[in-house]
């Protein structure tokens, strides 16, 4: 990681550019371990489905054409809790 990171600081954009691509998916890949350390502690299957969501649509490739069933009932729980959330 530091050998990207100072690889970064060179001026050249395709480092840069790489630098950009490996700390989103640090970041991603952080936010998703964190939603799954959520949903253990707070017993939130809510968080497993953002975790799976956040996995697949921004560190897995995929067909940008189809999604799987599982994604989809992830999708619709998460926005029902988010439509439940604002009706307070």
């Given at each position: 990681m530091l050998s990207l990171l100072e690889r970064a600081g060179s001026g050249d954009d395709a480092d840069q550019r790489a630098a950009r691509q490996a700390a989103s998916g640090l970041y991603h890949a952080t936010a998703a371990a964190l939603f799954l350390r959520e949903a253990l502690l707070l017993k939130d299957p809510r968080r497993?489905?953002?975790?799976?969501?956040?996995?697949?649509?921004?560190?897995?490739?995929?067909?940008?054409?189809?999604?799987?069933?599982?994604?989809?009932?992830?999708?619709?729980?998460?926005?029902?809790?988010?439509?439940?959330?604002?009706?307070?």
């Open positions: 497993v489905d953002l975790a799976r969501l956040m996995l697949k649509h921004k560190l897995m490739p995929h067909d940008p054409l189809g999604s799987s069933a599982e994604d989809d009932a992830s999708g619709d729980r998460v926005i029902a809790a988010l439509v439940a959330a604002r009706q307070w």
